[in-house]
């Protein structure tokens, strides 16, 4: 139908009677799926109502007066195919994907002539008239330079991986992969329309490429001990050797104690007093700035403070001691960025976590992250344990991270939450052929 429409010279648009008011007739037409390829594609418009004579000529924008409701998305739609405001072609195609998404579909209770409804994307909507379920990606298909096989059996997700992937060039899924919508639904964590970190579709730089799509829908307590280095210091490493002369100076005390007793008996002190506080002088000799660690991603179930993560991975440290660990100031659901010139997370995103995970309806899904290559740690929601992270774009300046469960029965990993972390975090892991994602 869209190459009809590219070839026709005019396309006449039949309208209802115009008796039962003309906004009606326009709106009925407006929320149907197919009309707006219909407008869009062809290269010249006018309409006929049914009870009239007369055919008027239309342009796209006073067709977009009369006809559509959804004002941002399809006026910038509007004007990109009049001229007016072009737009690059992935933004087009997803607002183009945006508007279809909102109109009513033949698969629709049949007398439904009610306002669009937001339908769900995993196709499990009820079809009761042998309709396409796929019905939307076919006619956002029209769209795309590439075409695919329409079939009945499938639902939006297959199709609308199959369309992307024979657009290899736009990599819709690709980067849906990499967001974080605001609402998911168990079949389908790789699927978005939204991003909790606001970014868009065209903002996503991806490092993946989708091969296939499975039958389900998918996309092919301990702290490790962490080896680290410190800052050195003179200091710290004189303060390190002291505790190792208690031993010697007792022994030496004990040997001259027979010739002089109060040499003798003072050593002994001196040893005994030193080998009390080496805890205290160890702890200050490896209390210096981390200028390297084990990269590690840690994954704890639960809010923990900077403090106990600390602690766990380098032990106790003086009161004084440099930060070993901080917030992320915008890499996750949490993240809130400290006010002033530093570039940090703020403490408060540690109180929000721990009372999200206290009460409300996340409550037992909060978790932490902890990366040692940045020194970094993460709160984030997940509905299940994530045990693999995944590389799969970049965006803004820092890199999109996937954290996937593990659904052994069906040899699938399941997409739980996405962190922007820094992106040479990346060259620390290992790369893997194929992976399928749900």
Same mark, same amino acid.
């Given at each position: 139908?869209?190459?009809?429409?590219?070839?026709?010279?005019?396309?006449?648009?039949?309208?209802?009677?115009?008796?039962?008011?003309?906004?009606?007739?326009?709106?009925?037409?407006?929320?149907?799926?197919?009309?707006?390829?219909?407008?869009?594609?062809?290269? @010249?418009?006018?309409?006929?109502? $049914?009870?009239?004579?007369?055919?008027?000529? &239309?342009?796209? /924008?006073?067709? *977009? %007066?009369?006809?559509?409701?959804?004002?941002?998305?399809?006026?910038?739609?509007?004007?990109?195919?009049?001229?007016?405001?072009?737009?690059?072609?992935?933004?087009?195609?997803?607002?183009?994907?945006?508007?279809?998404?909102?109109?009513?579909?033949?698969?629709?209770?049949?007398?439904?002539?009610?306002?669009?409804?937001?339908?769900?994307?995993?196709?499990?909507?009820?079809?009761?008239?042998?309709?396409?379920?796929?019905?939307?990606?076919?006619?956002?298909?029209?769209?795309?330079? @590439?075409?695919?096989?329409?079939? $009945?059996?499938?639902?939006?997700?297959?199709? &609308?991986?199959? /369309?992307?992937? *024979? %657009?290899?060039?736009?990599?819709?899924?690709?980067?849906?992969?990499?967001?974080?919508?605001?609402?998911?639904?168990?079949?389908?964590?790789?699927?978005?329309?939204?991003?909790?970190?606001?970014?868009?579709?065209?903002?996503?730089?991806?490092?993946?490429?989708?091969?296939?799509?499975?039958?389900?829908?998918?996309?092919?307590?301990?702290?490790?001990?962490?080896?680290?280095?410190?800052?050195?210091?003179?200091?710290?490493?004189?303060?390190?050797?002291?505790?190792?002369?208690?031993?010697?100076?007792?022994?030496?005390?004990?040997?001259?104690?027979?010739?002089?007793?109060?040499?003798?008996?003072?050593?002994?002190?001196?040893?005994?007093?030193?080998?009390?506080?080496?805890?205290?002088?160890?702890?200050?000799?490896?209390?210096?700035?981390?200028?390297?660690?084990?990269?590690?991603?840690?994954?704890?179930?639960?809010?923990?403070?900077?403090?106990?993560?600390?602690?766990?991975?380098?032990?106790?440290?003086?009161?004084?001691?440099?930060?070993?660990?901080?917030?992320?100031?915008?890499?996750?659901?949490?993240?809130?960025?400290?006010?002033?010139?530093?570039?940090?997370?703020?403490?408060?995103?540690?109180?929000?976590?721990?009372?999200?995970?206290?009460?409300?309806?996340?409550?037992?899904?909060?978790?932490?992250?902890?990366?040692?290559?940045?020194?970094?740690?993460?709160?984030?929601?997940?509905?299940?344990?994530?045990?693999?992270?995944?590389?799969?774009?970049?965006?803004?300046?820092?890199?999109?991270?996937?954290?996937?469960?593990?659904?052994?029965?069906?040899?699938?990993?399941?997409?739980?939450?996405?962190?922007?972390?820094?992106?040479?975090?990346?060259?620390?892991?290992?790369?893997?052929?194929?992976?399928?994602?749900?």
């Amino acid at each position: 139908m869209a190459d009809v429409y590219r070839g026709a010279e005019i396309t006449l648009i039949m309208l209802g009677k115009s008796a039962d008011g003309e906004d009606k007739c326009w709106k009925g037409w407006g929320e149907r799926l197919w009309t707006m390829p219909e407008a869009l594609l062809s290269p @010249h418009l006018c309409y006929k109502f $049914r009870d009239r004579e007369e055919v008027t000529p &239309l342009s796209l /924008l006073q067709l *977009a %007066n009369l006809a559509y409701t959804n004002h941002d998305t399809e006026q910038a739609i509007i004007n990109a195919y009049s001229g007016k405001d072009p737009l690059e072609r992935l933004e087009r195609l997803t607002l183009l994907k945006s508007a279809i998404w909102q109109r009513r579909t033949a698969a629709l209770a049949p007398g439904d002539s009610g306002p669009p409804q937001e339908l769900d994307m995993t196709g499990e909507e009820p079809v009761t008239n042998g309709a396409y379920k796929a019905e939307r990606v076919y006619a956002l298909m029209g769209f795309f330079e @590439h075409r695919i096989q329409p079939d $009945r059996l499938e639902d939006n997700l297959h199709a &609308l991986v199959r /369309l992307s992937m *024979a %657009n290899d060039n736009d990599r819709f899924v690709e980067r849906m992969v990499s967001m974080l919508p605001t609402t998911t639904t168990k079949e389908t964590r790789w699927y978005s329309d939204d991003d909790i970190y606001e970014a868009k579709l065209w903002d996503i730089v991806p490092e993946i490429q989708v091969a296939g799509v499975t039958a389900n829908g998918a996309l092919m307590e301990r702290f490790p001990e962490i080896t680290f280095v410190t800052t050195d210091s003179f200091k710290r490493i004189i303060i390190g050797f002291i505790p190792y002369l208690s031993w010697p100076i007792i022994i030496i005390g004990i040997g001259i104690n027979v010739i002089n007793g109060v040499g003798g008996i003072t050593l002994i002190v001196i040893g005994i007093i030193l080998l009390i506080i080496s805890p205290r002088l160890f702890i200050f000799s490896q209390s210096g700035r981390i200028v390297n660690a084990q990269p590690w991603l840690i994954g704890v179930k639960g809010v923990i403070s900077i403090e106990e993560a600390e602690r766990h991975l380098y032990g106790a440290t003086t009161k004084a001691h440099f930060p070993r660990m901080r917030l992320t100031p915008s890499g996750s659901e949490f993240s809130t960025p400290e006010r002033g010139t530093k570039r940090g997370g703020a403490l408060k995103q540690y109180e929000d976590a721990k009372l999200a995970d206290s009460s409300g309806p996340d409550a037992g899904h909060i978790y932490t992250l902890i990366d040692t290559c940045s020194s970094t740690m993460y709160y984030f929601r997940a509905e299940r344990p994530p045990t693999v992270c995944i590389f799969a774009g970049r965006e803004g300046g820092l890199g999109r991270f996937v954290l996937c469960s593990e659904r052994c029965q069906i040899n699938e990993l399941h997409k739980e939450s996405v962190l922007r972390m820094p992106t040479e975090i990346s060259e620390k892991m290992e790369l893997c052929g194929w992976v399928a994602l749900g």
